[in-house]
């Protein structure tokens, strides 16, 4: 990387050759949005999605101060080392969100870019906005106070590498750890694709810029390729970061040497705590943040993501009282053996899957399945493995027991 000149330019730097590409390769690749009931699944590269919504918000009167990329993909291009996979596509989109009008223009404007991407043959003639948010939308979200304008449309993707178009007039805090706090600026490699017939190569692309909104793009870089976790004023994010925390803790990321980690753990919880008070509010986000953060290929994390985030909430907790505090371990508890449950259901399915049958149908064992914490017993089995969590559901309330 090279910096970029100017007061800010701690802010910022230029992608080097291999970034770009790393870039290009996303923005290339094809993500597959599915629809519910019959509407076909629409498969979709980054960059035409980026055109055509852009296009279609200048069409309708919309400025947009630039595209950006954010959150994971924009940390997975920008590493050096150690270059981790990416979840969800963040987009932004630098918009005017200043009256209601603004807010309705561009959420129709955005789902109606999704008609360019339906199969040929389907008939658009009755589909509205409103019938692609039915059938496309997994989530939708709008925040308008005096620190935060900006809209979310988050389309569904069953692998849980949702697109989310994100339309920002301001944003009091737009990162939770320095790791995740890099936004690439777009528009010049878009700019790239509408006029250049030639080729990227290692001595022809575009100049792209990144910024860390941390403040300083070294130390987030340094963070970033050390696997360090650090943050500014945690209980300004929304739920503590508690949660992305544990994520990255159970991704081998530990505290960088400057952080108080004790100091840090409490006020997440405390935060975590105070927007999410009630039971019902943490077993739904709990359980939609494991949908939403761990894929098929790192779902064996899930059950030591739910112990780190047990031991965080037990030793961290100071701002509940005996039995809520009680309650919300228990509630992590059930979690727990849910994920162990399903993961020995998969891993016993994906055995029987394995095994050969000789001549007469008989069943040749001459093989072992090593299942996601490594025994070799055969078959995995996390019940009698003795992966069960040490205290069962015995105090939650009848809505959580454990089925």
Same mark, same amino acid.
């Given at each position: 990387?090279?910096?970029?000149?100017?007061?800010?330019?701690?802010?910022?730097?230029?992608?080097?050759?291999?970034?770009?590409?790393?870039?290009?390769?996303?923005?290339?690749?094809?993500?597959?949005?599915?629809?519910?009931?019959?509407?076909?699944?629409?498969?979709?590269?980054?960059?035409?999605?980026?055109?055509?919504?852009?296009?279609?918000?200048?069409?309708?009167?919309?400025?947009?101060?630039?595209?950006?990329?954010?959150?994971?993909?924009?940390?997975?291009?920008?590493?050096?080392?150690?270059?981790?996979?990416?979840?969800?596509?963040?987009?932004?989109?630098?918009?005017?969100?200043?009256?209601? %009008?603004?807010?309705?223009?561009?959420?129709?404007? &955005? $789902?109606?870019?999704?008609?360019?991407?339906?199969?040929?043959? +389907?008939?658009?003639?009755?589909?509205?906005?409103?019938?692609?948010?039915?059938? @496309?939308?997994?989530?939708?979200?709008?925040?308008?106070?005096?620190?935060?304008?900006?809209?979310?449309?988050?389309?569904?993707?069953?692998?849980?590498?949702?697109?989310?178009?994100?339309?920002?007039?301001?944003?009091?805090?737009?990162?939770?750890?320095?790791?995740?706090?890099?936004?690439?600026?777009?528009?010049? $490699?878009?700019?790239?694709?509408?006029?250049?017939?030639?080729?990227?190569?290692?001595?022809?692309?575009?100049?792209?810029?990144?910024?860390?909104?941390?403040?300083?793009?070294?130390? &987030?870089?340094?963070? $970033?390729?050390?696997?360090?976790?650090?943050?500014?004023?945690?209980?300004?994010?929304?739920?503590?970061?508690?949660?992305? @925390?544990? %994520?990255?803790? +159970?991704?081998?990321?530990?505290?960088?040497?400057?952080?108080?980690?004790?100091?840090?753990?409490? @006020?997440?919880?405390?935060?975590?705590?105070?927007?999410?008070?009630?039971?019902?509010?943490?077993?739904?986000? $709990?359980?939609?943040?494991?949908?939403?953060?761990?894929?098929?290929?790192?779902?064996?994390?899930?059950?030591?993501?739910?112990?780190?985030?047990?031991?965080?909430?037990?030793?961290?907790?100071?701002?509940?009282?005996?039995?809520?505090?009680?309650?919300?371990?228990?509630?992590?508890?059930?979690? &727990?053996?849910?994920?162990?449950?399903?993961?020995?259901?998969?891993?016993?399915?994906?055995?029987?899957?394995?095994?050969?049958?000789?001549?007469?149908?008989?069943?040749?064992?001459?093989?072992?399945?090593?299942?996601?914490?490594?025994?070799?017993?055969?078959?995995? %089995?996390?019940?009698?493995?003795?992966?069960?969590?040490?205290?069962?559901?015995?105090?939650?309330?009848? @809505?959580?027991?454990?089925?």
């Amino acid at each position: 990387m090279e910096s970029v000149n100017g007061e800010s330019s701690n802010r910022f730097q230029v992608l080097c050759h291999d970034q770009v590409s790393r870039l290009h390769e996303v923005m290339e690749e094809t993500v597959p949005i599915h629809g519910r009931g019959n509407f076909p699944t629409l498969e979709v590269k980054l960059k035409d999605l980026i055109q055509v919504v852009r296009r279609k918000l200048k069409e309708a009167g919309v400025s947009v101060r630039d595209v950006r990329l954010n959150g994971g993909g924009a940390s997975y291009i920008v590493g050096t080392e150690n270059v981790t996979p990416y979840n969800d596509l963040d987009l932004i989109f630098g918009v005017d969100l200043s009256t209601t %009008n603004d807010l309705q223009k561009i959420k129709n404007t &955005a $789902l109606d870019s999704l008609l360019n991407f339906l199969p040929e043959g +389907v008939n658009t003639d009755n589909m509205t906005s409103c019938t692609l948010k039915e059938a @496309y939308v997994h989530k939708l979200v709008k925040v308008c106070n005096d620190n935060d304008r900006w809209s979310l449309i988050s389309l569904s993707n069953r692998t849980g590498r949702n697109v989310e178009l994100k339309f920002v007039d301001k944003m009091r805090r737009q990162y939770e750890f320095t790791v995740d706090s890099f936004q690439i600026i777009l528009d010049s $490699l878009l700019t790239f694709y509408d006029v250049s017939q030639t080729p990227m190569s290692e001595h022809f692309y575009p100049t792209v810029i990144a910024e860390s909104v941390y403040g300083n793009f070294d130390e &987030a870089m340094y963070h $970033l390729n050390k696997k360090l976790i650090a943050t500014k004023q945690p209980e300004e994010i929304r739920g503590g970061g508690l949660l992305k @925390y544990c %994520n990255l803790l +159970v991704r081998g990321y530990n505290a960088a040497p400057d952080v108080d980690i004790q100091i840090l753990e409490r @006020y997440m919880c405390s935060r975590f705590f105070i927007d999410f008070s009630d039971i019902a509010q943490q077993k739904n986000k $709990l359980e939609n943040y494991l949908v939403n953060h761990f894929r098929d290929d790192d779902e064996y994390l899930k059950y030591d993501y739910m112990r780190i985030l047990h031991r965080v909430v037990d030793e961290s907790t100071i701002c509940l009282m005996g039995h809520e505090r009680r309650q919300t371990l228990n509630l992590i508890q059930c979690i &727990a053996y849910q994920v162990l449950v399903e993961q020995d259901q998969k891993a016993q399915h994906k055995y029987f899957e394995m095994q050969q049958f000789d001549s007469q149908n008989n069943l040749v064992i001459d093989q072992v399945f090593y299942g996601p914490y490594g025994n070799s017993s055969g078959y995995y %089995n996390a019940m009698n493995a003795g992966y069960m969590p040490q205290i069962m559901c015995t105090s939650a309330p009848q @809505y959580l027991q454990c089925s």
